[in-house]
């Protein structure tokens, strides 16, 4: 059992687009709250885009108007869209079930329900 599973990352040139997927299951799946970070290497893991149960949503200002968080509720899914991208977005991205925090944390066993990742990578 996988709470929470992410796919979508991929290698790709500057300016183009993914959609990152977060599927989360079991108890991860009734989070009021749901963030995506990211965590480049020698850099702290970044909450980047939040949504909530109720469909608000946030969005760490170095992403906002690039990046989009949704949900699909009935597939237990969290999307991020990731438009325009610049190789500084490169990092491996998370997907955090049961934290709805933006910017740098610190992970700490117990809290949230954390995917293994997956990698998004840039090129000039």
């Known amino acids: 059992q996988v709470p929470v599973v992410e796919s979508g990352g991929d290698s790709v040139q500057s300016g183009g687009s993914l959609k990152l997927s977060c599927v989360v299951s079991?108890?991860?799946?009734?989070?009021?709250?749901v963030t995506w970070f990211r965590q480049a290497p020698g850099k702290g893991r970044e909450g980047i885009a939040l949504?909530?149960?109720?469909?608000?949503?946030n969005y760490l200002d170095s992403v906002k108007g690039r990046f989009t968080i949704s949900q699909d509720r009935a597939k237990n899914t969290i999307y991020l869209q990731l438009n325009s991208l610049k190789p500084e977005d490169t990092a491996m991205y998370y997907c955090?079930?049961?934290?709805?925090?933006?910017?740098?944390?610190?992970?700490?066993?117990?809290?949230?329900?954390w995917g293994q990742g997956t990698q998004v990578t840039v090129s000039s």
């Open positions: 955090a079930a049961d934290i709805c925090q933006l910017g740098i944390v610190i992970p700490v066993a117990g809290f949230g329900y």
């Open positions: 079991g108890a991860a799946a009734n989070a009021q709250c």
């Open positions: 949504i909530n149960s109720g469909g608000l949503t």
